[in-house]
């Protein structure tokens, strides 16, 4: 006969048993989502505005149905954005002088910015550049040169007018460039200057003046490796003009042209 106590003891062991062989093990930790890695382009470093170191804005109009009278603005400001690699993409704002309005008579001179601009009231006005566009390649070496068109707009006292001309851009220097708008038209009735305009008429005794204007422009952002290429003309334009329709640039015209009619003030 077997002790109560060594009964208990195998009782107790067997059922230690029993219990250990049936656990089950411990469940395995769920596997954690994966994200999926995204591929980001890099972004483009931000270009730093450049100045406009030299300009100007060449306009003809025609008077008296027969006589072209050209006059030019020789103060032109402001900054452009443009980026060598992507120069589609070049922004900037152009502040235009009125008050540097020339030509080759102070008279007119004196009735333009008085009776028609105002310079007075409206000193200055704005072109805002949104791009370039029709660029096929980029600008990476100086001296490099590509053609396309100007894209902007003209802000002129409460009214826009939408701006699409020929360009010309050359790189110069590390962050210096030329730039040269062929002619475009501006509309002076789209402008809501056709009652300057007729107090000019009537000032100057002419017949009439043509409600469309042309206009063109040639700037230097940067310093140019070259003073020369940036000196605007000191001298006033004169009634002769060479037409042609290649973009202008900062040198001087080739000797030539059609010599336009001698205009009464």
Same mark, same amino acid.
């Given at each position: 006969?077997?002790?109560? *106590? $060594?009964?208990?003891?195998?009782?107790f062991a067997?059922a230690?048993?029993?219990?250990?062989?049936?656990s089950e093990?411990a469940p395995a %930790? &769920?596997?954690? %989502?994966?994200t999926?890695?995204?591929?980001?382009t890099?972004?483009?470093?931000?270009i &730093? #505005?450049?100045?406009i170191?030299a300009?100007q804005?060449?306009m003809?109009?025609?008077?008296?149905?027969?006589?072209?009278? #050209? *006059?030019?603005?020789?103060?032109?400001? *402001?900054?452009?954005k443009?980026?060598p690699h992507h120069p589609?993409?070049t922004?900037?704002?152009?502040?235009i002088?009125?008050?540097?309005w020339?030509s080759d008579?102070?008279t007119r001179?004196?009735?333009?910015k008085t $009776?028609?601009?105002?310079t007075a009231s409206n000193p200055?006005? !704005?072109?805002?550049l949104?791009?370039?566009?029709r660029i096929? @390649?980029?600008?990476?070496?100086v001296?490099d040169?590509?053609?396309?068109?100007?894209v902007?707009?003209?802000?002129w006292?409460?009214l826009?007018?939408?701006?699409?001309a020929?360009?010309?851009?050359?790189?110069?220097?590390?962050?210096?460039?030329?730039v040269a708008?062929?002619?475009f038209d501006?509309s002076?009735a789209?402008l809501?200057?056709?009652?300057?305009?007729q107090?000019?008429?009537?000032?100057?005794q002419?017949?009439?003046i043509?409600?469309?204007?042309?206009?063109?422009?040639?700037l230097?952002?940067?310093?140019?490796p070259v003073p020369?290429?940036?000196t605007?003309s000191t !001298?006033?334009?004169?009634?002769?003009r060479?037409? @042609?329709?290649g973009?202008?640039?900062l040198?001087? #015209? %080739?000797?030539g042209?059609?010599? $336009? #009619?001698?205009?009464?003030?």
């Amino acid at each position: 006969m077997r002790a109560p *106590g $060594l009964s208990l003891s195998l009782t107790f062991a067997l059922a230690l048993s029993l219990v250990a062989c049936s656990s089950e093990p411990a469940p395995a %930790p &769920a596997p954690q %989502p994966v994200t999926p890695s995204v591929a980001t382009t890099p972004a483009r470093p931000q270009i &730093a #505005p450049i100045n406009i170191t030299a300009g100007q804005v060449d306009m003809i109009t025609m008077k008296n149905d027969t006589t072209e009278v #050209p *006059g030019r603005f020789e103060t032109v400001s *402001g900054s452009i954005k443009i980026n060598p690699h992507h120069p589609s993409a070049t922004t900037g704002t152009l502040t235009i002088d009125l008050a540097s309005w020339h030509s080759d008579d102070d008279t007119r001179d004196g009735r333009i910015k008085t $009776l028609f601009f105002n310079t007075a009231s409206n000193p200055t006005t !704005t072109f805002e550049l949104t791009g370039f566009r029709r660029i096929n @390649r980029p600008l990476n070496t100086v001296g490099d040169s590509i053609t396309g068109e100007a894209v902007g707009t003209l802000h002129w006292r409460a009214l826009n007018q939408d701006i699409v001309a020929p360009v010309e851009i050359t790189r110069t220097g590390e962050d210096a460039y030329t730039v040269a708008v062929s002619d475009f038209d501006i509309s002076i009735a789209a402008l809501n200057m056709s009652a300057p305009l007729q107090a000019l008429i009537t000032e100057c005794q002419h017949k009439n003046i043509g409600d469309t204007v042309k206009v063109s422009l040639t700037l230097a952002i940067g310093e140019q490796p070259v003073p020369a290429a940036t000196t605007t003309s000191t !001298t006033a334009p004169k009634h002769k003009r060479v037409l @042609r329709s290649g973009p202008r640039k900062l040198t001087s #015209p %080739p000797a030539g042209g059609r010599t $336009l #009619p001698k205009s009464n003030k």
